[in-house]
């Protein structure tokens, strides 16, 4: 049974598997942030009694959970 040498034999390839490219590192993440009074996709769990409350008047209910929560912002000193 032949046996295959475990380290390369030949300088050459023993050079490179010294050098090897190097892994190139991912890039930053750039986080934008959106203008203001443009509204962001997001996902949410809410309660099903809130959910049910801004539902019962129909249509509309996300822009009225976003009015309540701008009232508590603005309430709160925010922008």
């Known amino acids: 049974m032949a046996m295959t040498p475990r380290r390369p034999v030949n300088p050459k390839d023993a050079a490179e598997a010294l050098f090897k490219p190097a892994k190139k590192p991912p890039a930053p993440v750039v986080e934008r942030r959106a203008a203001p009074e443009v509204k962001e996709l997001v996902s949410i769990k809410l309660d099903s009694a809130v959910l049910e409350h801004f539902q019962k008047d129909g249509p509309g ?19």
């Open 61 to 79: 209910w996300q822009d009225r959970i976003n009015d309540a929560l701008r009232g508590v912002v603005e309430a709160n000193g925010g922008s």
